[in-house]
């Protein structure tokens, strides 16, 4: 927690009112954004470093670089968001938690939240800024706006420096051209954590399910206005409606979980991939789709992939796994060939794997995983040479699928695998286009539930990883984040 | 022989019709745009491509402990947290509304870690409870296992 002496927080200066709305004459059509810094003199804010410009970051020195990454991510905002009632942020560089292998790289949350108000749901949570935007008037004031900040927003001022993650330190750029060997992109952390303090995320504890304010103020337990577009596909329930251990058990059910609301549903398809890759398996008592995670190299399983094979595993180790890590004897090459290889996960990488099933006369490739968590992950690697597509299936799910190869009678016919990419469904939403959330099992301990799930393809700003991919963009046809915080009660100004 | 030959291609078939049919139930065409094959999280140090984490590279609330150890580590966080780090009340909210101060629980924190082979991921938690899960778990070292 950052604490900070009195006398500095006299010294609080206003980076700026940001946004555009005093140019355009019409304060309705958008929000001004101000930022209010007690960086001390010399640090932070007012560091006087000497830098070159980067990325179109015209600053000359450590202090107007950062200036300007706020002052972009913020006009970005304002610009998106309408408000009549500024939203302020107090924003500071500090030294965080930080070794020299890991560190805090920034925080941010809404600051104050806000129940009960003119034009709001009743008996509901709203951040600050939005509980203002909606009752159309700042609905604290205090004249230390360390108190009446709606969103506050902290950034580790140490990083790069001897003993804090030496050799990593934040992109200043403004073009999204971090190296992400050596680079933290500052403006894309800024806008991530900007997204939760307007909004994007629940006050509601996702590992015990109780409201907020939680167990000090039972009597004022409410849900927050997230809670309302929370909808569990297995328990037809939105959070607001649920137990608290219903919620426990929902935060923790992947790929289940999505956003209800009207603005990122009819929204999704203009900006995630059209088609999923699907892998369904049939006979032997199965008759079901499986959550997968593709592999990253490999061809991709497209809209031109459709392969309906029978599964065979391969058996390489006395326990009975099927490791691949080197040429598969005559046996297992008997085994595989023509057919969709089912292979253990262990011992040596992915592309390996892969490649000795497809010398042995795979078709593809099906990784069953040696790690109970759920969903189960992309496979990662490179190897151009490899020709066949594959992917990975939960521990779980690839004891199954083996149990009904085991089961086969020799000389029948075993279980038929298909791979192929259900084009009906958006890539990181449901069959309904409603877009998942992240749940993984386990659950990923303030990760989870505030944030788009890490299946959404392209990869979108609000989900719990930093990717080089994500946009410097918070609305279609780059990102839906903007979707989401219309649906909670902003309006919105689309320049 | 024959007859099993024959018994093994009706149950082929069978099998197959029915992956068809479930195929036609899904597999209507509308416009599709190409696929990325985006890369999360982390960068590998054996490529030097950027990928997601393994979940075994990852902390987790449950990892070593369990559901109602998690459970107890937000509400002892709680508990245990200083006057001016707990959610309070705000007084003087305007039309007689509600106000809270968000506690640092649902703050949330931008975590990056590089482990001794050179992984790096950047995670968001919430939470200064959940920033000390992430910063103290345990990254596999060395080769990946895979």
């Known amino acids: ?495 | 022989m024959a007859s099993l030959r024959n018994r093994t291609a009706k149950l082929a078939i069978l099998h197959l019709a029915t992956c068809v049919a479930a195929l036609l139930s899904v597999l209507a065409a509308p416009s599709v745009r190409a696929q990325a094959q985006a890369q999360r999280i982390a960068i590998d140090p054996e490529t030097g491509r950027v990928r997601a984490p393994e979940a075994d590279e990852l902390p987790a609330a449950r990892a070593n402990a369990g559901a109602a150890r998690a459970a107890a580590t937000t509400s002892a966080a709680r508990a245990s947290a200083s006057p001016e780090e707990r959610a309070k009340p705000v007084a003087g909210v305007r039309f007689g509304a509600r106000g809270f101060r968000v506690d640092p629980t649902r703050m949330s924190f931008t975590v990056v870690r590089r482990s001794a082979d050179g992984l790096i991921t950047t995670q968001c938690v919430a939470g200064e409870t959940a920033v000390e899960h992430a910063m103290h778990a345990a990254v596999l070292g060395g080769a990946h296992d895979h």
């Open chain 1, 1 to 495: 927690m950052i604490t900070e002496p009195i006398a500095n927080l006299r010294r609080a200066v206003r980076l700026g009112v940001l946004a555009a709305a005093f140019a355009l004459g019409a304060i309705a059509q958008a929000a001004t954004v101000e930022i209010f810094t007690n960086d001390a003199p010399g640090v932070g804010f007012n560091d006087a470093t000497a830098v070159a410009p980067v990325g179109g970051n015209a600053g000359t020195t450590l202090g107007e670089q950062r200036r300007a990454v706020f002052a972009f991510a913020a006009n970005l905002w304002g610009r998106k968001l309408n408000s009549d009632v500024p939203i302020h942020i107090w924003a500071r560089f500090s030294p965080l938690a930080c070794t020299s292998t890991q560190g805090v790289l920034g925080s941010a949350g809404a600051w104050n939240v806000f129940s009960d108000f003119p034009n709001g749901r009743a008996g509901t949570w709203y951040p600050a800024a939005l509980a203002n935007k909606l009752a159309g008037v700042r609905l604290f004031e205090d004249p230390d706006f360390t108190q009446s900040a709606d969103i506050r927003a902290s950034f580790n001022g140490d990083l790069g420096n001897p003993g804090c993650l030496d050799g990593l330190s934040f992109y200043l750029g403004l073009d999204g051209k971090a190296d992400p060997n050596t680079q933290i992109d500052l403006l894309i952390t800024v806008l991530h954590e900007f997204g939760h303090g307007l909004g994007f995320q629940t006050f509601t504890d996702e590992v015990t399910g109780l409201f907020f304010p939680y167990e000090d103020f039972p009597e004022l337990q409410l849900p927050s206005i997230w809670d309302y577009f929370l909808l569990d596909n297995q328990q037809r329930k939105t959070w607001a409606a649920m137990t608290p251990q219903e919620r426990v058990t929902s935060a923790i059910t992947p790929r289940n979980l999505v956003w209800n609301g009207k603005q990122v549903t009819k929204n999704a398809h203009k900006v995630l991939n059209h088609g999923t890759p699907e892998i369904f398996v049939s006979g032997k008592g199965l008759n079901k789709f499986y959550a997968n995670g593709p592999a990253e190299f490999g061809p991709p399983i497209d809209k031109h992939t459709l392969i309906a094979s029978e599964l065979a595993r391969v058996v390489d180790q006395p326990g009975g796994l099927g490791l691949a890590c080197t040429p598969l004897d005559a046996t297992n090459t008997f085994a595989v060939h023509n057919k969709i290889a089912v292979i253990d996960r262990g011992t040596c990488g992915y592309t390996i794997k892969v490649k000795n099933a497809q010398l042995a006369g795979a078709k593809a490739v099906v990784i069953a995983d040696n790690d109970p968590s759920t969903p189960p992950q992309p496979l990662p690697g490179i190897d151009a040479t490899v020709t066949i597509p594959s992917l990975r299936v939960s521990q779980a799910d690839g004891l199954e699928i083996k149990r009904a190869i085991a089961a086969t009678t020799a000389g029948r016919i075993g279980p038929i695998g298909v791979l192929f990419e259900n084009q009906l469904k958006l890539q990181g939403a449901d069959h309904l286009q409603h877009v998942f959330m992240y749940t993984p099992d386990p659950l990923q301990l303030g990760s989870s539930v505030s944030h788009y799930d890490t299946l959404a393809k392209p990869n979108l700003l609000m989900e719990p990883f930093a990717t080089p991919n994500q946009p410097i963009a918070v609305s279609p046809p780059k990102d839906l984040t903007l979707q989401l915080l219309l649906d909670i009660g902003w309006g919105a100004h689309e320049h």
